[in-house]
């Protein structure tokens, strides 16, 4: 287990929302939160305007956030699949893997106690993210879908569509600039696609900023060099910073043509995770790619290599845990002699 903290000079602050109909209690919501980011690590920023996105009802306590954000990238082999547990217990899974790990992604959600997904997000309609999402639909509640609305015709994209519909499931087409809120203190920023303008699907990825406290995760689904290149230019200059993230999903499982030195300068990561299956034929991640990602500085963590990667953070400081792995062997002592 390996752990950090979320110091970061400069850093980026939290983002707080607030409704016209919540925002006396969000206001105190606001100073408790700069509180204790003050007594945390980092600088306190003031409430963002009013938004018209509306905040669920939920009471943080006095102390401010504590329970854990927990983001497993889940080994699905040469695919995407993450699934994040909030403090307030939503379920969210981004991507699912491939068709033939479906299964195996819904016993990992099963045995850790998940009966339904609060949200599900397909970044984009390739089979490696939208194949085992099709397992998880047909045999757990979903309540919502977040995608991008393009279409990809084939097996796995048609019948998340058809699931999706026949199941009657809200679905949300997601755009640059919009938020969510989850629960009492996380939110998702997405920052891209503006809209379906790519000719290459993967670039056309929805891309997240996952935040809680001073810790953020950043989502990049399959995202190619000209994606990161708008996203730099696009969110150059913002105040407070939008790119930077601690934990970074590698783009693309780490092909070559993604992981561009100015997209990872304006991430700065500390944690870098490669979903990637073993000796796939795309001969992903890249050198070229784990060169730049190496100069970042930040700890490079392979599904391939390492399974399941999980990241929990109470927003403050984080820690990594790899549930795939062997279980220590455990010393039982020896019996005292009589
Ligand atoms: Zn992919």
Redesign the pocket.
Known sequence: MKSGNCKREPGPGPQLRATASGQGRLLVLAALFSLWLLAACAPSQPADPPSDVPMPEATPTAAGPREPLTVTFVDVGQ??AAWLRTPDGYNIVIDGGPVQAGSSLLQYLQDNGVSSVDLMVLTHP?D??SGGLDTILRNVPVKEVLENGQRNPGPADDVFVSLRESNDITDTIGRAGQTLNWGCCVSATLLHPADISDPDINGNSLVLKVSYGAMDFLFTG?IGKAAEESLVASLAGSDPPVMPAEVLKVA??GSNGSSESGFLEAVQPRVAVISVGAHNRYRHPGAAALTRLSATGADIYRTDQSGSIAVTTDGATYTLAFPDAPATPTTTPAPANP
């Open positions: 695919g995407d390739h490696d993210h399959d693309h499982h």
